[in-house]
């Protein structure tokens, strides 16, 4: 009997304890879609320096720590880009299409062990806090894999 309330008492506890953690996640709210004219004018300024002479192709209005971020994917010249900008006009991130050929050594390697070959594969570099990251897209059995690498060739994140 007492077996069977301690049992009892321990699951109970034990969901208690799940309901907890879960309740504590914070979740950011959804993108949302938004247009230049909605940005505010320091965060607008910055975008349309950057993208000048190019088109935007969306820009997605994120929350982060309760800060409003703008996610800009456009092409400017040649090029893909992405900036993360906050609403001060301040470059959080920012992201271009770069030629397979111009990545670091270690960087191919990396990516040659992982794909095993480097056909068909695209490849951008981002800057980030001072840091520079490569992301290259490509197939692998069949299904589609983003990589982020280290300068160094250390793979930080893969999404299939």
């Known amino acids: 009997m007492r077996h069977l309330i301690f049992r009892a008492v321990l699951v109970a506890l034990l969901i208690v304890g799940i309901a907890g953690c879960a309740a ?3 979740k950011e709210a959804p993108a949302e879609k938004v247009s230049l004219s909605q940005i ?3 965060a607008r300024a910055v975008i349309e320096k950057l993208t000048a002479g190019g088109q935007i192709k969306s820009i997605d209005k994120e929350t982060q720590d309760g ?3 703008y996610d800009v994917e456009a092409k ?3 090029k893909d880009v992405e900036y993360d900008v906050a ?33 068909g594969l695209k490849a ?4 980030e806090k001072g840091k ?7 197939s692998k059995a069949g299904s589609k894999v983003a990589l982020k690498l280290s300068d160094t060739g250390k793979i930080l994140e893969e999404e299939k």
């Open 87 to 119: 609403e001060d006009g301040a470059i959080l991130t920012n992201e271009e299409s770069v030629a397979y050929d111009s990545l670091p050594a270690e960087v191919k390697t990396a990516v040659r062990n992982y794909f095993g070959s480097a056909d």
């Open 24 to 26: 504590k996640e914070k």
């Open 132 to 138: 520079t990251f490569y992301e290259v897209e490509g």
């Open 40 to 42: 505010p004018s320091p």
């Open 76 to 78: 400017v010249g040649d």
């Open 124 to 127: 951008s570099k981002e800057m």
């Open 67 to 69: 800060k409003a971020i």
